[in-house]
């Protein structure tokens, strides 16, 4: 038997039009491939795609003056050479940093990427996209109205639409309302008793969930409802491997290495591919 594609487990329709679907994978690089690269660089997003992900996750806020970059702490510190908030730097002096070094000496002199270039290179590896929209505190609204019109310039109309997902709410609101079309995720650390209300409020199409607090009921509550759940951040190929047998869609992960060797031993570990809506 043919080893199935590590590609495509699901479709997603919801805020993507009539008709209009999204193939979801079933496995996705967190922030590039954040164990064998540093996080949310351009070299992890290269290598995202050398260690065999068709997918991709990483996190985009915005500069001190406004400019979309691809970052996750509100702070300089852990993953740069420089020390400050990120929403008080410009762009200019982050370019200056080296956001590599700390990982691997290796990667000395890999720069903070602009939201321009990630988009880029994943244009360019055909590489499809989570785009999470991580605001720093205030800003949600701005940097959602932001990113999302630098997708809609940049993003090539004829590759499939990104995923956009945020712990804000104000940013998925914002999201919306400026790209009705493109996908959303709801972004959370447990499933809470209303989520349906919070997902429909936003027209989310996927659900995201840290898979640390995912009981087997609250799987199976998204599972049986049909949403595409998608478990944030599996490192272990074994659990990755059944947590997409019992019915989750995508897990999202820093080793692509092991969850794509997990899932290549194991053909039959895809859920069945489900078209929703
Ligand atoms: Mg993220």
């Known amino acids: 038997m043919q080893p199935r594609s590590t590609e495509a487990a699901t479709e997603i329709g919801r805020g993507a039009g009539a008709g209009a679907t999204l193939r979801l994978p079933r496995v ?12 949310n660089t351009l070299a992890g997003i290269r290598k995202a795609k050398e260690l065999g992900a068709s997918w991709i996750e990483f996190d985009v806020k915005l500069t001190s003056d406004g400019e979309p970059i691809l970052f996750h702490d509100d702070r300089l510190e852990r993953t740069t050479d420089g020390r400050g908030a990120v929403a008080a730097t410009a762009l200019a002096a982050i370019r200056r ?11 000395r002199g890999e720069p903070v990427p602009t ?5 880029g290179v994943c244009a360019e590896l055909g590489l499809g996209i989570n785009v999470e929209i991580k605001p720093c505190r205030g800003r949600e609204a701005e940097t959602a109205a932001v990113a999302v019109a630098t997708l809609l310039r940049l993003w090539p109309k004829d590759l499939p639409s990104p995923l956009i997902a945020s712990f804000a709410p104000e940013c998925l609101r914002v999201a919306r309302e400026l790209a009705p079309e493109m996908p959303r995720g709801y972004l959370a650390d447990r499933l809470s008793r209303n989520w349906r209300d919070l997902m429909a409020r936003h027209d989310c199409a996927s659900l995201h969930l840290n898979r640390r607090w995912l009981g087997v009921r609250q799987r199976t509550a ?3 409802a049909g949403i595409p759940l998608v478990l944030y951040t599996e490192n272990d190929g074994t659990r990755a491997r059944r947590h997409l047998e019992s019915g989750v ?6 080793r692509l290495d092991r969850v794509l060797a997990a899932l290549t031993a194991a053909p039959d570990a895809s859920g069945a591919v489900v078209r929703l809506r």
Not at 28 to 39: L, Q, S, W, Y
Not at 97 to 107: E, I, K, V
Not at 115 to 119: H, S
Not at 249 to 254: A, E, F, Y
């Open 28 to 39: 996705i690089g967190h922030r590039g491939a954040a164990a064998a690269a540093p996080e």
């Open 115 to 119: 939201f321009e270039e990630a988009l």
């Open 97 to 107: 940093l080296d956001a590599g070094g700390w990982f691997g000496a290796a990667f």
């Open 222 to 224: 998204v599972t049986a």
């Open 249 to 254: 869609t995508s897990v999202i992960t820093d």
